[in-house]
T-cell receptor
Framework: NAGVTQTPKFRILKIGQSMTLQCAQD?????MYWYRQDPGMGLKLIYY???????DKGEVPNGYNVSRSTTEYFPLRLELAAPSQTSVYFC??????????????FGDGTRLSIL | GEDVEQSLFLSVREGDSSVINCTYT??????LYWYKQEPGAGLQLLTY?????DMKQDQRLTVLLNKKDKHLSLRIADTQTGDSAIYFC?????????????FGSGTKLNVKP
């Protein structure tokens, strides 16, 4: 029962470095999402995708990019890491049947620190 | 946009009942959800309620929905230390607008032995 798998679990970056956070799901879900969760806060939507080849911005997209070449994978790219991007990043997926209010299934998160 | 509000903290003694409350602004949701986040983990779907129901019971969990007041609550009976976690409600509007799948900021439940 893999569900949504995120790698790496932890990472420390220097300011200005780049990296890709990986996300894979094995549930054949059409919809995938990236969120960030700052300490003591709720979730903010960064980007989402409704299917392979289709992505769109969420609430806080600046400083990030995504791609969705297949149904299974939805990587999140940080090009020039900044301290404000220190956060916990969650990937999620949902079936999409019936619209955008189907339950979302979450990965365990990537804890990212920018120093 | 959708606004989902929760109180930030709740502290109870083991064996007591816990009630976590949530208010929302958009009434078009077909489903309303409760998620649980344990330390160091992602959000786990705990339970949900269909919008035409007033109540749903699932073992120790009871979800109450007051659509008129746009109020959702989660009651945990016989609260255990393993229930200590952050609980998020979600009331996604049925508008096919993914920017509006807002989560509340979460209620941190602390269960004292």
């Amino acid at each position: 029962n893999a569900g949504v798998t995120q790698t790496p679990k932890f990472r420390i970056l220097k300011i200005g470095q780049s990296m890709t956070l990986q996300c894979a799901q094995d549930m054949n879900h059409n919809y995938m999402y990236w969120y960030r969760q700052d300490p003591g806060m709720g979730l903010k939507l960064i980007y989402y995708s409704v299917g392979a080849g289709i992505t769109d911005k969420g609430e806080v997209p600046n400083g990030y990019n995504v791609s969705r070449s297949t149904t299974e994978y939805f990587p999140l790219r940080l090009e020039l890491a900044a301290p404000s991007q220190t956060s916990v990043y969650f990937c999620a997926s949902s079936s999409g049947q019936g619209g955008d209010n189907q339950p979302q299934h979450f990965g365990d998160g990537t804890r990212l620190s920018i120093l | 946009g959708e606004d989902v509000e929760q109180s930030l903290f709740l502290s109870v003694r083991e064996g007591d009942s816990s009630v976590i409350n949530c208010t929302y602004t958009d009434s078009s949701s077909t489903y309303l959800y409760w998620y649980k986040q344990e330390p160091g983990a992602g959000l786990q779907l705990l339970t949900y309620i269909f919008s035409n129901m007033d109540m749903k019971q699932d073992q120790r969990l009871t979800v109450l929905l007051n659509k008129k007041d746009k109020h959702l609550s989660l009651r945990i009976a016989d609260t255990q230390t393993g229930d200590s976690a952050i609980y998020f409600c979600a009331a996604p509007p049925r508008t096919y607008n993914f920017n509006k799948f807002y989560f509340g900021s979460g209620t941190k439940l602390n269960v004292k032995p």
